[in-house]
T-cell receptor, first 115, second 111 residues
């Protein structure tokens, strides 16, 4: 298994509170991604990073921010959580990111419930 | 039109039979194609990747790619109950750092 951990694994929070999810990798891969997975929508990209301090938006980035101060850590922050952000969040890593001969490996996921 | 489409299923297949999973994509510039398996409550894990037209075999799994018709399929031979899962198709455009996923097909193998 790729060395990817996510914390916390489960979280219940209230509407309006800030939440930070952490993804940690031991593979020294350049690219890191945050997805959310919801029934009927599949995996949707929130944000991704192509290096330390280099990030870009995905298709569902509104309400989320990210930071990457070290190669191994990628943080996802919900500034003010809403019930629509209740979801399962997956982190993924990729060595080169181009996808031509590379692929993404997923962490175990974080189940977030916003009440 | 969704960029990557899969039949959501559920697809039920008897144990020992061949399971056939299909995926179509809309971007003709797509170059890389991946099949992931996801058990309930778990994270996606890579099964196969394919980049050229034709078939690619790995054990009981065969991926088939037809770029002219814009579809990619996954065949599972000698289906086992442990193959029961949701299968996700993912597509990448050359040089793009992002994968686009289909919504997945739920497969159930009936003993």
């Amino acid at each position: 298994d790729a060395g990817i951990t996510q914390s916390p694994r489960h979280k219940v929070t209230e509407t309006g509170t800030p939440v930070t999810l952490r993804c940690h990798q031991t593979e020294n891969h350049r690219y890191m991604y945050w997805y959310r997975q919801d029934p009927g929508h599949g995996l949707r990209l929130i944000h991704y990073s192509y290096g330390v301090k280099d990030t870009d938006k995905g298709e569902v980035s509104d309400g989320y921010s990210v930071s990457r101060s070290k190669t191994e850590d990628f943080l996802l922050t919900l500034e003010s959580a809403t019930s629509s952000q209740t979801s399962v969040y997956f982190c993924a890593i990729s060595e080169s990111g181009t996808g031509t001969t590379d692929t993404q490996y997923f962490g175990p996921g974080t189940r977030l419930t916003v009440l | 039109q969704k960029e990557v489409e899969q039949n959501s299923g559920p697809l039920s297949v008897p144990e020992g039979a061949i399971a056939s999973l299909n995926c179509t994509y809309s971007d003709r510039g797509s170059q890389s194609f991946f099949w992931y398996r996801q058990y309930s409550g778990k994270s996606p894990e890579l099964i196969m990747s394919i980049y050229s037209n034709g078939d690619k075999e790995d054990g009981r799994f065969t991926a088939q790619l037809n770029k002219a018709s814009q579809y990619v399929s996954l065949l599972i031979r000698d289906s086992q109950p442990s193959d029961s899962a949701t299968y996700l198709c993912a597509v990448n455009h050359f040089g793009n750092e992002k994968l686009t996923f289909g919504t997945g097909t739920r497969l159930t193998i009936i003993p």
